[in-house]
Structure formats: C-alpha cells, structure tokens
C-alpha cells in the first residue's frame, strides 16, 4: 500500500510498463453447450421489441444501476470509456423532457424532417406525441465524451466515440431485455437541449434516450418492425 516504484504510484507504473494479469474469470464452455448458449441467446434477442406503449408500474433504480454498470463494461477506444448515462426518474425532469422532446419533434414532423424520412417511418406510426417520455419509470439519456480519457477529469483526447458509444448502449439493451424490461430508443432531433436538462458539458454529445419500463397491457409492435434481415443477407463467411 502507498508503495512507490521509479518515483510513481504503482497503479501508474503497472500501467505505464503495461503490466498484464493472467485471464482470471473466462469460463470455458464444452462446444454442445456452447452451441446451446448462443442459440438460447438468440431466442432471447428474438423477444425484443421496440415498444412505444409504456405502463408507469415503478422500475427499482438498482436494475437500472446494474444494467448501467454492464454498459459500462463495453470495450471501447484506449479504453477510455467515454460515456456518460443520465437515468432521468424523476417526475419533473421527465415532464421537462417530453415538453422539449415534443417541440422538436413537431417540428420534425411538421416538415423539417423531409418527405422521404417521414415516408420510411410511415410503417411506424409515429407521431410529435411522446407521452412515455413522461410516464415510462427511467429515461436514460446516453451521452459520448470527446474528451476525458480513463481518468476521472481527465482531459485525453477519446477515440472511437461513436462506435464505443454503440456498443455500450448495445449491452445497455441486452442488459435491460435479460431483466425483463421493455425500450424504445428514441431520438429527439436535435438533442442538444439534454445537456442543459442533464447539466452535462456541452463538449458530451447525446447519442441516445433510451426509454425504459414495463409495457402497457395495450402494447403493440408494427409489423415492420417485426421484418428481420435473414441471417444470409446479414453475413458472409470466407
Ligand atoms: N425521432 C422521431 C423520428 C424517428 C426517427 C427514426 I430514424 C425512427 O426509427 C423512429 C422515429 C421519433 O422518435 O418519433
């Protein structure tokens, strides 16, 4: 403890000398179970769907910690893990979201959005009117860090912020749909009005809200949404 090697703390020196420690915790599968594993993963993906019919049935904020804490166990550029989740609760925050959210939204719909988008979203159904953004339980809004690298304030440049982004709200998703809850990805454009609401930097960069909470007894899913790629136009092997 408090140990000092070449004048440096030893956190410092095993990382500046890129010291490694043995894989401690892989868990080697036989390969029928291996088989078996992915092909219940999958099963599992399968009964994911976009929802847009939210109850307000509370959600315990220690489901939404551990789901945060699998995101942020995504590999990301240099490792600097440069994402922030804001877990929005609270009942007035989230009727500031869904004001905001709408006004840009009826905007979008009311034209800025173009005639081609709004014929791609067509099969949808949506429209400016977002009341989940209120009565869901969580709205996490995801945000991406430019700047920031492993260190707490630290001022690194980051690299690959929105494909780590990505694949830490990817796990963020499968997180929250192993622990039985529905989502909605949803992107206000512009979101730029989250970094006022969430009193994060204006450097962060809002990737994301992702709605969280169980579906309404009403809950739908569109049929488009239901038209998956086969696995033999999404893959090709040499
Ligand atoms: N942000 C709008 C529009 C929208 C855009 C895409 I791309 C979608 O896949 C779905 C909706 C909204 O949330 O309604």
């Known amino acids: 403890m408090g140990s000092r090697i070449d004048g440096i703390g030893w956190k410092e020196h095993a990382v500046k000398h890129h010291e490694s420690v043995p894989l401690m915790d892989h868990v080697e599968l036989p390969p029928a179970k291996m088989l078996h594993e992915a092909q219940a993963f999958l099963e599992r993906m399968k009964r994911r769907h976009t929802v847009r019919e939210f109850s307000d049935r509370p959600v315990d904020r220690a489901i939404i910690e551990a789901a945060i804490a699998a995101a942020g166990r995504a590999p990301s550029g240099a490792n600097h893990q440069p994402w922030h989740f804001c877990a929005i609760g609270s009942a007035d925050a989230k009727r500031t979201l869904r004001e905001l959210a709408e006004k840009e939204e009826r905007e ?29 339980p969580w709205i996490i809004a995801v945000f991406g860090q430019r700047k920031g690298g492993i260190d707490e304030d630290g001022a690194q440049q980051n690299y690959y912020v929105p494909e780590s982004v990505g694949i830490a709200m990817g796990f963020l998703i499968a997180a929250l749909h192993h622990a039985g809850l529905c989502m909605l990805t949803h992107t206000p454009k512009p979101m730029t009005f989250l970094n006022d609401l969430c009193g994060r930097p204006t450097s962060e960069k809002p990737y994301l809200l992702l709605v969280v909470g169980h579906p309404a007894e009403e809950a739908t899913v569109p049929l488009h949404a239901l038209r998956k790629k086969p696995l033999d136009q999404i893959a090709s092997f040499l």
């Open 108 to 136: 979008f719909y009311g034209g800025k959005a173009g005639d081609v988008w709004l014929d791609a979203l067509a099969p949808l159904g949506t429209d400016e009117h977002k009341p989940y953004l209120q009565h869901a």
